[in-house]
């Protein structure tokens, strides 16, 4: 069974730091990324890996998040830093192999003070 499980979420301050997990069962993904939705908005894109290592990163997080990858864990992770309330979503991760895309369940990311 393929199946996506994140950790890590909660709640930070301004200027905090948050490290989310993502293990992945079942399948070696392609491509792993983590994407985020904000209430009342669309889900986007955070960044995303190849199992070659391969890194994307959208301009949202640019210079504050690390995206990095234990394919012998089958596991990626988002390294967070400087963390803006602006940061505050659901953060979803994404498996892609072939034509097919799965996702974990989410966890929830909240920036405040």
């Known amino acids: 069974q393929v199946q996506l499980v994140e950790s890590g979420g909660g709640l930070v301050q301004p200027g905090g730091s948050l490290r989310l997990s993502c293990k992945a069962s079942?399948?070696?993904?392609?491509?792993m990324g983590w994407y985020r939705q904000a209430p009342g908005k669309q889900r986007e894109l955070v960044a995303t890996?190849?199992?070659?290592?391969?890194?994307n990163y959208a301009d949202s997080g640019q210079g504050r998040f690390t995206i990095s990858r234990d394919n012998a864990k089958n596991t990626v992770y988002l390294q967070m830093h400087s963390l803006k309330p602006e940061d505050t979503a659901v953060y979803f991760c994404?498996?892609?192999?072939?034509?097919?895309?799965?996702w974990g369940q989410g966890t929830q990311v909240t920036v405040s003070s």
């Open positions: 994404n498996g892609k192999f072939a034509l097919a895309s799965y």
């Open positions: 890996i190849t199992v070659g290592g391969s890194i």
């Open positions: 079942g399948i070696i993904f392609s491509i």
